[in-house]
């Protein structure tokens, strides 16, 4: 079936240690993002890629950095310059020329660092 | 600065008691106007774009509807299994081809028996 896979789904990390979630997608789809959820606040967009070897910042991707080097991945890595990652991040894609619009999701990561 | 306020923050229903989900928002120029389901621990999961003014669309026991400064989401005789929180999202026009939305906080519906 066509979608989007993040692994893993649980992710316990120490402080100061750098931790990188995995998201790929057999939608064939050009664009790519990168989203983080708390409780309380809205989805907040980290990073996004409309092409591959291509990637730009959302409103918070200090303490972040992805890449982009194949159509299907967008992998993303909690660095651990970032100052609050206990998160539940989702990964997201959807077709540039299609015009709706439309962000389909996977089914999250949740991180804790302990 | 785009914005999504969304009420009420959380709605107790029971089942077969109709009722509605506002979502207020200001755009620099509206492109579309998304509204998704997200269940526990789940990712979000799309329930319907409205493009302008006066669109409505319908699934099941809901429909979405749209003016220039909010949306609704009327939930007709709900059932225990809609219960879930409700997101809503605008993207601008001067977002580009990228799918860039701005998110409420949603509002977490529960129906009961």
């Known amino acids: 079936d066509g979608g989007i896979t993040q692994s893993p789904k649980y992710l316990f990390r120490k402080e100061g240690q750098n931790v990188t979630l995995s998201c790929e997608q057999n939608l064939n789809h050009d664009a790519m993002y990168w989203y983080r959820q708390d409780p309380g606040q809205g989805l907040r967009l980290i990073y996004y890629?409309?092409?591959?070897?291509?990637?730009q910042k959302g409103d918070i991707a200090e303490g972040y950095s992805v890449s982009r080097e194949k159509k299907e991945s967008f992998p993303l890595t909690v660095t651990s310059a970032q100052k609050n990652p206990t998160a539940f991040y989702l990964c997201?894609?959807?077709?540039?020329?299609?015009?709706?619009?439309?962000?389909?999701f996977g089914e999250g990561s949740r991180l804790t660092v302990l | 600065e785009d914005q999504v306020t969304q009420s009420p923050e959380a709605l107790r229903l029971q089942e077969g008691e109709s009722s509605s989900l506002n979502c207020s928002y200001t755009?620099?120029?509206?492109?579309?106007l998304f509204w998704y389901r997200q269940d526990p621990g789940k990712g979000p999961e799309f329930l319907f774009t409205l493009y302008s003014a006066g669109e409505e669309k319908e699934k099941e026991r809901l429909k979405a509807t749209l003016t220039k400064k909010e949306s609704f989401l009327h939930i007709t005789a709900p059932k225990p299994e809609d219960s879930a929180t409700y997101l809503c999202?605008?993207?601008?026009?001067?977002?580009?081809?990228?799918?860039?939305?701005?998110f409420g906080t949603g509002t977490r519906l529960q129906v009961t028996l």
């Open positions: 890629s409309q092409i591959v070897n291509d990637f």
């Open positions: 999202a605008v993207q601008a026009w001067d977002t580009g081809t990228a799918s860039k939305l701005t």
């Open positions: 755009v620099s120029g509206l492109r579309g």
């Open positions: 997201a894609s959807s077709g540039l020329f299609d015009n709706t619009g439309e962000l389909f």
